[in-house]
C-alpha cells in the first residue's frame, strides 16, 4: 500500500477488481474508520447521528433490494460522518424462525432424520452449528458492498443480550395486562405446523371454483337460499347463513332456519352488514372456525363454532371425508352435492390467496390458542407521534397507510409452533396455571412448586424486531439505560421497504415509546420497489432477479451503487436491468481519466509531491480571477455543492447522485478541462499555470468528497493520489466540503456566452453533416463592444472546444452559403464552402422535405376528417396536433437550410 501512495498519477486503466480489493471493508474496518464512541457525544457534546441496519435474515443472500436498502443506509452515515457528526451505524441479523428452522429441517431430511427424532435441545444445537458456518454469509456479502458499520457492535437477535431485552419486554407487557393467551383465527401452515404472520403469507393470484349451492328452508318445503363459495369443503363446518339487513332478497327468510346440505344439521339464517351485497348472491355461508371475519360475525350473534380442518390440513369431520387432504375433500364433496342435487352451478373465479412463504402452500385460516399482544392501547400514541411529526415519513404519503394500519388494528399473534427462536417465558402447574418469569426458577417460587412444564411455543420473530432500536444499543429492560442510550437513542434515519410499515415500523415505534418513553427514529426513508425491464417484481422463480455478486463482478461495486440510486426517485419504482449498469461503469471511468489527464497536467508543472503539496496546501480559489473558464467552474462547483446538501436535507438521494453526475461530467470534464488545456498551452508564468492546476485539483477532490458516500471505492483510491496520503488515511474520515455563497454567487454570462456560441457552432456543423474532423471557417459578427472583447480574449477557446478557425467581423453583407445564427444578439456564420458537397446535400435535403411535406399533407387530412375529429378522444386529438406542431417545425428548418446552399 505505501509503494503504491509514491506513484505521482493513476494507472492507464481503471481496474475496479484492484481498487475495491484495496479500499476494501476489511482495511477500512482495520483502520477503525467506522468506529463510533459515546464518549465523543457525552464529553464533547458532538452531535450524534445513528442509523439502524433492519436486520437481513440470517439465512439470507445479498439481493438488489439489499443493495438499494444499505447503499442508502451507506449514504446518509458517509455523509454524516463527514459532515462532523459521530456517526454509527449498528448493523446484525434477525433469527428468522421459520426460515432457519425449514432450512436446518430440510438438511437433516436429506439425512432421514426429523427434528423429533433428535428432540428440542440436540436439534437446537444442529441449528447453532448452521448458524455459525452459514449464517453470517449475507454479512459478508455487505462487506462486499462497502457498507461501512461499527462491526464491533453487530447483534444477532438470539444473542443473549437482545434475548433477555425479548424475555424481559414480554413479562413486563404481560404484567401490565397487555400479554394474554385466548382463541383466535390465526395463518396455520399446514406443512410448517404453526402459525404465521400476515408478513410471511404471501399472496397470490389462483383460479378456483365458485361454486353455487342451495340449502334447504325447514320450514318452506321446496325452497332454498343459494350461496356462493370457493371452499365448498367448510360448509360441514356451517353454524349460520347470513344476509344483509338491507338486502329485500332475504328480508322474510331473516330468523328461518336452514339444513346444511350433507351435515344435515339445522342452522339459522342471521342479518349482519359485514355481507356484500353484490357478492356471489348476496348470501353468505358462515363457518367461523375456517374464516376471520366469519369468527367476528360469529362472536357478534353468540354462534357456535365447529371446524371440520386439522392442523395438517386434513378434514377431521364425521361425514365422510376424514382424513382427506382438504383439497381432495373439495372434489369429493362437490360431486356429492351435484349427486344430492344441491349444486346450482359452478363458475371460475380468479382471486387472491394467502401462501406459506417458506413452505408455499395455501395457508389456512385457523381456530387456535395462542398468545396476543393486545395492540390498541399501544397504537394510540404510536399514531400521535406520526400525526405531530416527531417522526417523518419520506416520502410522506406513506402516512396515510401507516394511519390506515393503526386505525384498524388488531390484537398481534406473537406464538410460533417452533423450536427455534425465542421460547415463551411461560410455565404451567398440574391444574394448568400460568406462570410468567424470567426463569424455570422464578417460576417455582411464584408457583409455590417445582413440578412446571414450560410452554412449547417460540416467539413470533417480529416480537425481537421491534425492539431493534432499543437492544442494538444495550437496552435489556432491566438495563434500561447506558452510554450508549443516552448518546445514540432516539435513532435519527430508519431506511426501509414500505411493505412492513406496520410488521416493523409501526411495532418499533410502539415499543419505542412504551419501554423508553420515545420514539425510537426521527424519519423513515421508504425504499423503491425494485422490478425488471417489464415492470415485474424481482423474484427467484420467474428467474428475473440477477446477482448481485456477479453484477459487481462485471461492472464494479461503485458502479452497481451509483446505478441503483440514480434510477431510483424517491417514492417511484425502479426498472431494473443488469445492462443499465453500463451507466454507472462508464461513469466511474469517467472520474478516473479525468483524474488522470489533471495529474498529468500536474506531472507538467510540478516537480514531484512535495511541491505540489506547499502550493496546494496554501491554495486559496476565491483569488482565481483572470482565468474565467476557472471562475465559471467555481460558482458551478459551489452552486452544485449547495443544491447537494440541501438535496440531503430533503431526503433526495436520487437528485444527489443526478447533481454530481451533471456537474462532473458535463460542467468538469466536457467544458472545463477542455478549457484548462487551451489556457494551459497558453502564455502562463509558472505560477499561473501551477494555480491553473490547483484549482483543477481543488474541484477534483471537493467532488471525490462528494460522490465518496456513493461511490467510496474510487473515491479512496484517487483521493489517496491527489496529495501523498498514507494508507492508515481515508477520504471516509475527511471534512465534506460546503458551498461557499460568495464563490456560487459569480457572474457566469462570460462564459456562459463562450458555451452558446460553441453549442450553436457545433449544432450548425451537424446539421449541415459538416465532417467531423474537418475545421471550419466561423465569423462572429458581435452585438457590443464588451462581448466584442469578450470573445477576442477567448477565439483560442472557441476554436479548441468547436474545432473551428473563428474570426471576428465587423459589418458587410451575410457571407454566401454560410449557416448563421443568433446567439444572445451576437451573430455566427459557419463557412460550408468546401466542407461539404452542396449538390448531395441539396438532394438529400429535397427528399427529406418532399417526405416530411407528405407526413404534414397525411397529418392535415386525418384532422380535417369529421368521422376522426368528431369521436377521437380529446387526447389522442392532442396528440396528432403535437405531431403536425413538430413536423412542421422540421419542414420549416429544412426549407431554411436548402435555401442556405441554394443562395
Not at 586 to 599: D, E, G, P, Y
Request: aromatic share 10%.
Amino acid at each position: 500500500m505505501s509503494d503504491q501512495t509514491e506513484v505521482f498519477n493513476l494507472e492507464k486503466i481503471y481496474n475496479h477488481h484492484d481498487v475495491e480489493e484495496r479500499w476494501g471493508s476489511a482495511h477500512w474496518e482495520e483502520l477503525g474508520s467506522f468506529h463510533a464512541e459515546s464518549s465523543r457525544v457525552l464529553e464533547t457534546g458532538k452531535e450524534p447521528y445513528t442509523v439502524l441496519m433492519p436486520p437481513p435474515n440470517v439465512t439470507g443472500s445479498l439481493t438488489l433490494g439489499h443493495v438499494l436498502n444499505h447503499t442508502l443506509q451507506d449514504i446518509f452515515i458517509r455523509y454524516s460522518r463527514m459532515t462532523g457528526k459521530e456517526a454509527l451505524w449498528l448493523p446484525g441479523t434477525d433469527h428468522a424462525g421459520i426460515a432457519t428452522q425449514t432450512v436446518v429441517e430440510r438438511k437433516l431430511k436429506k439425512e432421514g432424520i426429523t427434528r423429533h427424532d433428535l428432540g428440542r435441545k440436540e436439534f437446537l444445537g444442529h441449528v447453532w452449528q448452521w448458524r455459525e458456518e452459514y449464517g453470517d454469509l449475507i454479512l459478508r456479502q455487505l462487506r462486499r458492498l462497502g457498507i461501512s458499520c461499527d462491526w464491533r457492535r453487530n447483534l444477532f437477535t438470539m444473542d443473549e443480550g437482545a434475548s433477555k431485552a425479548v424475555i424481559n419486554a414480554f413479562i413486563t407487557l404481560y404484567r401490565d395486562g397487555l400479554i394474554y393467551r385466548g382463541t383466535r383465527i390465526i395463518n396455520w401452515c399446514p406443512v410448517s405446523q404453526t402459525a404465521l404472520s400476515d408478513e410471511e403469507v404471501i399472496m397470490k393470484s389462483r383460479k378456483d371454483s365458485l361454486v353455487y349451492i342451495q340449502y334447504a328452508l325447514v320450514s318452506h318445503p321446496g325452497r332454498f337460499i343459494t350461496i356462493a363459495t370457493v371452499r365448498a369443503e367448510t360448509i360441514l363446518a356451517d353454524v349460520a347463513i347470513a344476509v344483509n339487513p338491507a338486502d329485500p332478497r332475504y328480508t322474510d327468510l331473516v330468523g328461518e332456519l336452514a339444513i346444511v346440505p350433507v351435515a344435515g344439521r339445522y342452522i339459522p339464517i342471521i342479518a349482519d352488514d359485514y355481507v356484500d351485497i353484490e357478492f356471489g348472491t348476496g348470501a353468505l355461508k358462515i363457518t367461523p372456525a375456517h374464516d376471520a371475519n366469519d369468527y367476528e360475525v360469529a362472536k357478534r350473534h353468540n354462534l357456535p363454532i365447529l371446524s371440520v380442518v386439522g392442523k395438517d390440513g386434513k378434514m377431521t369431520d364425521e361425514f365422510g371425508y376424514g382424513g382427506m387432504d382438504r383439497f381432495v375433500a373439495r372434489e369429493k364433496i362437490l360431486k356429492d352435492l351435484e349427486e344430492l342435487g344441491n349444486l346450482v352451478r359452478v363458475e371460475e373465479y380468479e382471486h387472491n390467496v394467502g401462501y406459506s412463504e417458506r413452505a408455499d402452500v395455501v395457508v389456512e385460516p385457523y381456530l387456535s390458542e395462542q398468545w396476543f399482544v393486545k395492540m390498541k392501547p399501544l397504537a394510540e400514541e404510536a399514531l400521535q407521534v406520526v400525526n405531530d411529526g416527531e417522526i417523518r415519513f419520506h416520502p410522506p404519503h406513506w402516512i396515510n397507510t401507516y394511519r390506515h394500519w393503526m386505525g384498524n388494528i388488531r390484537d398481534w399473534c406473537i406464538s410460533r409452533q417452533l423450536w427455534w427462536g425465542h421460547r415463551i417465558p411461560a410455565w404451567y402447574d398440574s391444574e394448568g396455571k400460568v406462570w410468567v418469569a424470567a426463569s424455570y426458577e422464578e417460576a417455582c417460587h411464584l408457583a409455590g412448586t417445582d413440578k412446571l412444564v414450560q410452554d412449547d411455543d417460540v416467539l413470533d420473530t417480529w416480537f425481537s424486531s421491534w425492539l431493534w432500536p432499543l437492544t442494538t444499543l444495550g437496552w435489556t429492560e432491566k438495563q434500561s439505560d447506558n452510554d450508549d442510550l443516552r448518546a445514540f437513542y432516539p435513532t435519527d434515519t430508519l431506511v426501509t421497504g414500505p411493505d412492513i410499515i406496520f410488521f416493523w415500523v409501526a411495532r418499533m415505534v410502539m415499543a419505542g415509546l412504551y419501554f423508553k418513553g420515545a420514539v425510537p427514529f426521527r424519519n423513515v426513508y421508504f425504499t423503491s420497489i425494485i422490478r425488471d425491464m417489464k415492470g415485474r417484481k424481482l423474484s427467484k422463480s420467474l428467474g428475473n432477479s440477477p446477482d448481485p455478486i456477479k453484477v459487481m463482478d462485471t461492472y464494479g461495486t461503485d458502479a452497481l451503487r451509483f446505478t441503483i440510486i440514480y434510477i431510483a426517485p424517491l417514492g417511484q419504482d425502479v426498472l431494473f436491468g443488469e445492462e443499465k449498469c453500463e451507466l454507472g461503469r462508464n461513469f466511474a471511468t469517467k472520474i478516473w481519466n479525468a483524474s488522470r489527464l489533471v495529474f498529468m497536467q500536474r506531472e507538467k508543472y510540478f516537480r514531484d509531491h512535495e511541491e505540489f503539496a506547499a502550493v496546494y496546501l496554501n491554495f486559496d480559489p476565491s483569488s482565481v480571477t483572470a482565468d474565467l473558464a476557472g471562475q465559471w467552474l467555481l460558482a458551478g462547483y459551489h452552486g452544485m455543492l449547495e443544491r447537494y446538501h440541501t438535496a440531503f436535507t430533503q431526503f433526495r438521494v436520487n437528485d444527489i447522485v443526478k447533481n454530481l453526475y451533471d456537474f462532473f461530467w458535463r460542467d468538469y470534464c466536457d467544458w472545463y478541462l477542455e478549457a484548462l488545456k487551451v489556457r494551459l498551452s497558453g502564455e502562463l508564468t509558472r505560477e499561473d499555470a501551477q494555480q491553473t492546476v490547483c484549482l483543477a485539483v481543488y474541484v477534483l477532490e471537493g467532488t471525490l468528497k462528494a460522490l465518496h458516500p456513493v461511490m467510496p471505492f474510487i473515491t479512496d483510491e484517487i483521493w489517496h493520489q491527489v496529495l501523498q496520503r498514507s494508507a492508515e488515511e481515508s477520504i471516509a474520515l475527511s471534512p465534506m466540503p460546503l458551498s461557499d455563497s460568495a464563490l456560487a454567487g459569480i457572474d457566469l454570462r462570460g462564459f456562459s456566452l463562450i458555451q452558446k456560441v460553441v453549442t450553436e457552432i457545433r449544432s450548425l456543423r451537424s446539421l449541415f453533416g459538416v465532417p467531423h474532423g474537418s475545421r471550419a471557417e466561423v465569423l462572429l459578427r458581435p452585438t457590443n463592444e464588451g462581448d466584442r472583447l469578450l470573445l477576442q480574449t477567448n477565439l483560442a477557446l472557441v476554436a479548441a472546444l468547436a474545432q473551428c478557425n473563428p474570426q471576428l467581423m465587423d459589418g458587410g453583407e451575410r457571407p454566401p452559403h454560410a449557416a448563421g445564427s443568433v446567439v444572445e444578439g451576437n451573430e455566427l456564420f459557419v463557412l460550408l464552402e468546401g466542407l461539404i458537397s452542396f449538390d448531395k446535400e441539396c438532394e438529400r435535403l429535397q427528399k427529406e422535405i418532399a417526405n416530411v411535406s407528405s407526413y404534414v399533407l397525411s397529418l392535415q387530412k386525418k384532422l380535417s376528417n369529421g368521422g376522426f375529429a368528431d369521436h377521437a378522444p380529446a387526447d389522442v386529438i392532442a396528440k396528432e396536433r403535437e405531431k403536425l406542431r413538430e413536423a412542421g417545425e422540421t419542414l420549416e428548418k429544412l426549407k431554411s437550410n436548402l435555401a442556405v446552399l441554394s443562395d
